[in-house]
């Protein structure tokens, strides 16, 4: 688990060495892209994000959406504890009108989503078979067939202004332009195994929850399986609810 670092320092710090700058020269790289808005691909799941993109995305939401603080808080806080026993969790982004809140400081994953040919997109499984075996074996929770079996199918309904897809390794290598970012932030081994790529729930629970909350995910999990309750669930959202940005 990613250890928890004091969120006013970081974002000093960033501001200080123009890292959201950096991060948005890496963006502008990405052609501008237009589709159905179907939002299929946000309620898939969260995507992940670096921490600098987090960075941007929570001082985007402090700067810009004071009224829906707690509504995302509350998203955030059921995903993260949900996402693998409840298929109706989608990205705590995605707005009543199917829009997505954040859409100028997404981050990349969404941003170059529909790029790549339908030859070079992987298909987009969470591995979950493994972690289903795993979570049955150990604590006896049952994660869903629906879950375990869902992919995320490419999309072949981005209009991009090149015109044209973009090679897997030109996206794979602006990618690793972000993560070189995040050394800033972390040691340099972890960010190679993608150990600072998370879904924003994750990142944000990192921030608004201790670690005595975090860890009693099973527990939750465990609880909304067995009994589809959120009676342990509802005391950390009110928690997080009351996190002031
Ligand atoms: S990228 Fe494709 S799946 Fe995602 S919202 Fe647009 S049309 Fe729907
Ligand atoms: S951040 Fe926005 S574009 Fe990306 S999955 Fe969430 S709602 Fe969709």
């Known amino acids: 688990m990613l250890q928890p670092v004091e969120l006013y320092s970081a974002l000093g710090l960033a501001d200080r060495n123009n890292l959201f700058n950096q991060l ?10 237009t589709c159905e808005g ?14 600098i993109e987090y960075l941007n995305m929570y001082k ?5 959406m004071k009224d829906k603080y707690k509504e995302i808080l509350e998203k955030s806080t059921e995903y993260f504890y949900l996402e693998l026993v409840d298929a109706s969790q989608a990205c705590p982004f995605l707005n009543e009108e199917n829009k997505c809140s954040v859409y100028s400081v997404r981050p990349f994953t969404c941003r170059s ?13 969470r591995s979950l078979r493994s972690l289903a075996e795993k979570y049955w074996e150990e604590y006896n929770i049952k994660i869903s067939d629906e879950l375990v079996n869902s992919e995320l199918a490419w ?3 981005v209009a991009s202004s090149q015109g044209a897809h973009i090679e897997k390794s030109i996206l794979a290598g602006l990618a690793a332009q972000i993560s ?6 972390f040691p340099q081994d972890l960010v190679d195994q993608e150990g600072t790529l ?8 990192n921030t608004v929850l201790g670690a005595g909350a975090r860890a009693r995910k099973i527990k939750v999990m465990k609880e909304f399986s067995d009994q589809g309750t959120k009676e342990l669930l509802n005391t950390f959202i009110e ?5 002031q940005f």
């Open 155 to 157: 999309c072949g309904k």
């Open 198 to 205: 998370l879904p924003y729930p994750t990142h944000m629970m």
């Open 113 to 125: 989503f529909g790029l790549l040919s339908q030859q070079d997109f992987e298909i987009g499984d």
């Open 38 to 51: 179907c939002a299929t691909c946000c309620k898939w799941g969260s995507p992940p994000a670096f921490f």
């Open 24 to 33: 948005q020269s890496i963006y502008n790289n990405l052609p501008e892209t």
């Open 239 to 243: 928690k997080a609810r009351s996190y």
């Open 180 to 185: 070189t970012i995040d050394y800033k932030f």
């Open 60 to 64: 985007y939401l402090r700067d810009n």
